[in-house]
T-cell receptor
Framework: DAMVIQNPRYQVTQFGKPVTLSCSQT?????MYWYQQKSSQAPKLLFH???????NEADTPDNFQSRRPNTSFCFLDIRSPGLGDAAMYLC?????????????FGEGSRLTVL | AQTVTQSQPEMSVQEAETVTLSCTYD???????LFWYKQPPSRQMILVIR??????QNATENRFSVNFQKAAKSFSLKISDSQLGDAAMYFC?????????????FGKGITLSVRP
């Protein structure tokens, strides 16, 4: 059974039209992450939540926002998608942020920007 | 800042044969963790194997084993008796053992194909 579920799996949007991607988890993990993965590139961490504490990466554009209304759900909002934002977006969870901890990933949401 | 390098973008292996995927990393830290993650086509990324830097013994998980060379900052993955289901993208990743919010740093990945 899937433990980290991302919706939608595929999202097509127009240039500048806001989009929201969702992630839910059944693991009761306190940490949730959002990664951006472009073709032939390493997944890049955008931000993560440790419980309700939001941790933004220094180089994450302001165009990307996130919400975590409860332990199970986390949303990625792209306020004005540009062509360069077309990518796979991966949600992941972990129990704590200790270095040994395994991350559990969803299947990803592929965003296309027209 | 830590970096992870996977210099080979693609590799191919014959079913039942052995293949080694290379990874190097750069860090000034002495205590950290290294991981190999597998991402099958259209499926979620999953952990294959994990190595703790302070352990000299190489980690093994069934057909998967690593060759961890701390001085050389090298961390290769060996897949024995390759199976068709091993075809996927493999990512090497690094994570510091210190700090409350240490993040996972990935390499660019390598696409492994398995020939029947």
């Amino acid at each position: 059974d899937a433990m980290v579920i991302q919706n939608p799996r595929y999202q097509v949007t127009q240039f500048g039209k806001p989009v929201t991607l969702s992630c839910s988890q059944t693991l009761n993990h306190n940490v949730m992450y959002w990664y951006q993965q472009k073709s032939s590139q390493a997944p890049k961490l955008l931000f993560h939540y440790y419980d309700k504490d939001f941790n933004n990466e220094a180089d994450t554009p302001d165009n990307f926002q996130s919400r975590r209304p409860n332990t199970s759900f986390c949303f990625l909002d792209i306020r004005s998608p540009g062509l360069g934002d077309a990518a796979m977006y991966l949600c992941a969870t972990s129990r704590g942020t200790g270095g040994h901890g395994e991350l559990f990933f969803g299947e990803g949401s592929r965003l296309t920007v027209l | 800042a830590q970096t992870v390098t996977q210099s080979q973008p693609e590799m191919s292996v014959q079913e039942a044969e052995t293949v080694t995927l290379s990874c190097t990393y750069d860090t000034s830290e002495s205590d950290y963790y290294l991981f190999w993650y597998k991402q099958p086509p259209s499926r979620q990324m999953i952990l294959v194997i994990r190595q703790e830097a302070y352990k000299q013994q190489n980690a093994t998980e069934n057909r998967f084993s690593v060759n961890f060379q701390k001085a050389a900052k090298s961390f290769s993955l060996k897949i024995s008796d390759s199976q068709l289901g091993d075809a996927a993208m493999y990512f090497c990743a690094y994570r510091s053992a210190s700090g409350a919010n240490s993040k996972l740093t990935f390499g660019k990945g390598i696409t492994l194909s398995v020939r029947p």
